[in-house]
């Protein structure tokens, strides 16, 4: 009988770097909110939550491979694309919206439907 193939998994790292692209993962939602406004479609922000996610992910693939770019990891670098995203999306969802928290920011610091722009109030 053969042994069963190892699957690969997201491993978290529980150091400063780890930590800190958890924390930015969680945040993202609210950046791609504060360059929209409320009327932007939830498709159109799901896309731009996917280009942050992905340079996001591709940046810190490129740090953890030591700028290796020969022997980079696709399939790793894939699943964990995949699972920022989903958790970005699950947060925004799942967290800021019901909160109202998004709400909050998007009129505190965001891009109003005169113009672009970051102000306060």
Do not use: C
């Not at 280009?51 to 020969?70: F, G, L």
């Not at 670098?77 to 799942?94: P, S, T």
């Amino acid at each position: 009988m053969q042994p069963t193939p190892e699957l690969p998994v997201y491993a978290f790292q529980p150091n400063v770097g780890g930590l800190l692209s958890m924390l930015l993962t969680l945040i993202l939602p609210l950046l791609v909110g504060v360059v929209t406004t409320r009327v932007t479609s939830p498709t159109l922000k799901t896309i731009l939550l996917l280009i942050a996610t992905a340079i996001k992910t591709t940046a810190e693939a490129i740090v953890a491979n030591n700028n290796d770019y020969i022997h980079f990891a696709w399939i790793p670098f894939l699943m964990n694309l995949v699972l920022n995203l989903i958790l970005a999306i699950g947060m925004y969802f799942g967290v800021w919206k019901p909160t109202k928290i998004a709400d909050r920011v998007q009129d505190r610091v965001g891009v109003t439907e005169q113009g672009y722009g970051i102000y306060t109030r």
